[in-house]
Each structure stands twice: as C-alpha cells, then as structure tokens.
C-alpha cells in the first residue's frame, strides 16, 4: 500500500509539473539594442514576424508585444532591453541576460554586438549571438572575416557603399570644393565611416574637413567648427550620436544655408537634405531571424555559417529641408532619386522603378518558407577552402 500510494504521489507530482517543465524548455531570446532608430525598430519587425510566422510567437502575443515588457509566451520567451544610446548600460544589459540563462542574443547594431561578443568568448557554452545592422563586423573585435569568427557568432551586414555615397555631393554641386564630417572616435562605425568620406572625398579633390564628438553637447560645438571653416555641405557617417542628434544638425545647416547628407534613406524623414545608402532594413531582420530559427530547430550550426553581407543603395530627397536651407536640388540629383518629400509627403523621383523597402513577410505556408530559408542559408556555409582562404588573406595582411 505505501509503494502504491509513493507511485501515485509520483504521478501527481509530475502530472503538476508537467507545465513548468514545458515552459523552462522554452528558448529564451533577448534583445539587445542601442536605442529605438528608426532602421532598429524595423529590423525588430523583421524578426518578429519571421518568429511568428514559424510559430514561435503566436498571432495574439505578436499583436500584444510591447518592447517596454519580456514576455514568456506559449512557445518561446522573450527579452527586451534598450540602452536608449548610454553605452554603459549596454555591458549591464549584456550581463543581466546572461544572467537570465538566455539561449540566444539577438543584438542591434556594432555596439552591442562587440560588447556581447567580447562578454562570452571565454565561455564554456556561451549562449549564440545573432547580430543584425552591424555595418562593422570585421576589426572590432566580432569577427575576422565572414567565416573566420567565433563558433558561437552569426549575422548578418549591411554593406554601406560610401563609395556610391560621397560623389553625390558633386551631383548636386559641381563646383563644390570643402565639406565636412563629424566622427564619435569611441564609435567604430564612425570612425571607419569618417575615414571613407576623407579618403573618397579626397579623390575626388575635395577638402574635407573633420570635428569630433562624443554628446549631443558636443555635436553642437563640432558642428559650429565645421561651419566656421567654410564647409558647403555636412556629409555624416553612421553613428547613434549623429542619429540622435540629427534634428539639431537640420536647425544649424538650415540656419547657415548648406545640405545635409547622411547615408541612410530613412533619414529624410527626420529632416536631412539628402538621404543616400541602404535601405533593407527590415528585411535584415528577416535574415537574422532566418538563422535564429534554423539555429532554434537544430537545422544549422551557426559555426558553419558565414556572415551574410547584404547590399541595396537609394538615394532620397527631402525638398521641404532644401527649402529651408536655400538649396536648389540640382536636376541631376533629382533624377537619381528613388523618391522625395515635399510639403511633408512623400512621393516618387524619377528613378521610382527601385523599390524602398519591403516591411512584410512573403505570403507563403510554413513549408515553403522553411525550404527557402533552408535554401538561403545553404549558401552561406562555409567550405574548408572559403575557411583557407579567407585566413591566407588575414595572414598576408598581417604580414604586410
């Protein structure tokens, strides 16, 4: 009698906890990001559907998501954490969902992946980070090369062409002769951004003059120099100071008279004169959640997988800032653009056949989208000879 009463105990214990188990065997992904951008809250989006459209998130608790609150859904756990631009409480962040036993990171933007990457590299089975909008992977400290990285890292790249970016100012000004640009020297994507538009500007037998700064405080001063050193137009590189700071830079360029050039599209929308470089943003997102998924399923390891490197290139054109600065758009620039605004809406250049953006998932079942993604992240791997060569170049390169 004792044995079967011990059995039946047994049974009800477990039948009692069967619920909590499930949920403990749920994955719990946290998301780490600088500050709510406009490029980051898209990229978010990108995830989000693609988790929900695997069945990770259900409809209700996609509708329900508010990124101020974690969620411990029916089939996965989420947590939210946003430094709201203060680098310090990145590495707070960083650790407190370490803390939290999170399976994966998914971490937004250079910052914040260089801060994870650097806090579980000497783990013993450190949690996977899948990083998404890091324009500077390579030489901060988060990976060599596309497959040369730690087991434990993935993501994907968007590719700024600088290249592309910085001749548009003789588009718009042929006569065009000193510009200028602010670097955040703390900030590897600014600072490698700031170098791309000397040395380019350069080429293109430009004076390009630089300011430093580190707040918002400081963007003021920095741009005041700038200005006092006669530069006709302000050309910035990607850095959290400058986003957050842009609707300052619009005030004093629209006061002095001159463009203001970033290289994000969306960034018209905020004010500057001309918004030139990529645009994918949510569909980045897609991408990091493409290989949290499969990670998720056991069908990749994300050891094996390269760094997607994705590339578009727009330009757009707020007319209503150009007014205000006293600039006539040129005709040329004019007809490059992919759309414009004017009298606060938006609508298309010349050159509209070029889509903005997508900011939703495909229509197609659960199948088809896992054979695509399947597919997608099939040629991404990486192969011994991709692995030997990319190090014979790091090894030369070293040696040089």
Known sequence: MTVRMLLGLLVAVLILAAPALAQDENPTIAFLRYAGTAPVAEATAGILDSLEAYGYLTSAERAALNESFDLNGENINLLYRDAGFDLPSVNLMVEEVIDKGADALVTITTQVAQIAVNATRDMENPPAILFSLVTTPFGTGIADSTCIKPAHVAGTQPVLSFADYVPLVLVQDPDIQVIGTIVTPDQPTSVVGAQLIQDIGASLGLTVEVASAISLADLTVATESLLSK??????????????????????????????????????????????????????????????????????????????????????AINLDTAA???????????????????????????????????????????????????????????????IAEQQAALDAAADS
Do not use: W
């Not at 960034?267 to 004169?273: I, S």
């Not at 997102?285 to 994300?302: K, Y």
């Not at 490059?336 to 070029?354: K, T």
């Open 230 to 315: 006669g530069v006709e137009a302000i050309v910035l590189s990607v850095t959290p100071l400058t986003l957050q700071g842009t609707p300052a830079l619009v005030q004093m360029t629209a006061e002095y008279g001159i463009p203001l050039y970033a290289p994000i599209i969306q960034q018209v929308y905020r004010g500057v004169t001309v918004g030139a470089g990529f645009y994918s943003f949510y569909e980045e997102g897609v991408i990091a959640a493409t290989i949290l998924n499969a990670h998720l399923s056991g069908d990749v390891n994300i050891a094996d997988i390269a760094i997607n490197q994705s590339r578009s290139f727009g330009i």
């Open 324 to 386: 205000e600065q006293g600039v006539e758009i040129s005709a040329d620039l004019l007809a490059r653009a992919n759309f414009v605004i004017e009298n606060g809406e938006r609508s298309e250049g010349m050159a509209s056949d070029v889509a903005e953006n997508r900011k939703m998932l495909q229509s197609m079942s659960l199948e088809e989208r896992r054979a695509a993604d399947l597919e997608f992240l099939a040629g991404l791997e990486c192969t011994p000879e991709m």
